[in-house]
């Protein structure tokens, strides 16, 4: 869905290709959360990244492995018991508990799902991935070891991304300590903006910079977009008077987010009844003809997208609840 929303012409055949062909991999990552990331950046920076990662083996789950646990023995036992198959993170705690019968197996499959860099192998499923996902070695399976970029080129590709940025949205993006220092060490190679409040944008030299009259089309993010969950400050992309509204659950989730003139003034979801599709979209303003013309034109695209195969699509429009006029 975010590649729907960013680029022409796209086919999620084409994704599953990229997955299926090792040019892509889906995997523990930024946050210690998983994405679909280049093969080569995967192989630069997962190294990198694993303190972040690290931070999900907490006290507790440390506690359910319990005491005799051989780290360097649990991932030798892991990696040959991948080697045979690819195996989901349940599966693989059972198999390990033979040797480790004191640990919780379900702390054992975490444990090797942090400490492993593993990759989600692709599948024939809808969404190109099966439920439960199983896991293979990276570097098994893209057949090449992992490197140790450093960390200026990384925060590089974190500005390319999502710039320009301050310290702290790079901060949120990776995870990572030490970002103000090596930001600093990185000025020269900038471009730099002071904010009204006197903070600092850093973006690339070259990055495209529209002009502040440039018209930004409708869009829809899917849950857990990069644009939502990785910016300190999401004033500048969701309004003051919806921000409680993307604001994360208990349970870790976001609504879907609608952009419209580039800030988040909707939500959206969408079910599927038998041969029918529907997307419901629920405005937090309101809005003018032409938007409201342009907000359905994309939305029965999307469904379109993710529905190919109903025989009916609608879009349901919900009234405004508490928006400001």
Aim: charged share 25%; no cysteine; glycine share 6%.
């Amino acid at each position: 869905m975010a590649l729907w929303s960013r680029l022409s012409g796209f086919r999620g055949q084409q994704l599953h290709e990229a997955a299926r062909n090792g040019e892509i991999v889906r995997g523990t990552w930024l946050r210690a959360t998983i994405h679909l990331v280049s093969a080569d950046d995967y192989v630069a920076f997962r190294t990198r990244l694993q303190p972040v990662i690290d931070r999900e083996l907490t006290a507790t789950r440390w506690r359910s492995i319990g005491d005799g646990f051989d780290e360097a023995r649990a991932e030798q036992l892991a990696r040959a018991l991948l080697e045979r198959a690819p195996m989901s993170a349940q599966a693989l705690g059972e198999a390990l508990q033979v040797h480790f019968p004191k640990a919780d197996r379900s702390a054992l499959g975490h444990w090797v799902r942090t400490r492993v860099p593993l990759a989600m192998v692709p599948g024939d499923e809808r969404w190109g991935w099966s439920r439960p996902p199983r896991f293979v070695p990276a570097d098994r399976w893209l057949q090449r070891p992992l490197e140790m970029s450093d960390l200026d080129t990384l925060l590089l590709q974190g500005i390319a991304a999502i710039g320009p940025v301050t310290a702290g949205d790079l901060r949120m993006w990776s995870g990572l300590p030490g970002i103000a220092a090596r930001l600093e060490a990185l000025r020269p190679r900038l471009k730099v903006f002071l904010l009204e409040d006197g903070r600092e944008l850093f973006d690339l030299p070259d990055a495209p910079r529209p002009r502040a009259d440039t018209p930004a089309p409708v869009r829809f993010l899917p849950e857990f977009d990069n644009v939502l969950l990785s910016h300190e400050d999401r004033s500048r992309i969701v309004p003051a008077a919806h921000a409680r509204r993307f604001n994360q659950t208990a349970n870790g989730r976001r609504p879907r987010a609608v952009l419209v003139d580039g800030f988040a003034r909707a939500g959206w979801t969408w079910t599927r009844e038998r041969n029918q599709a529907t997307l419901q979209l629920q405005p937090y303003e309101r809005f003018d003809a032409a938007t409201r013309d342009a907000l359905e034109a994309e939305a029965l695209a999307l469904l379109h997208f993710l529905e190919p195969d109903a025989a009916t699509h609608r879009v349901r429009t919900h009234a405004i609840s508490g928006a400001r006029t």
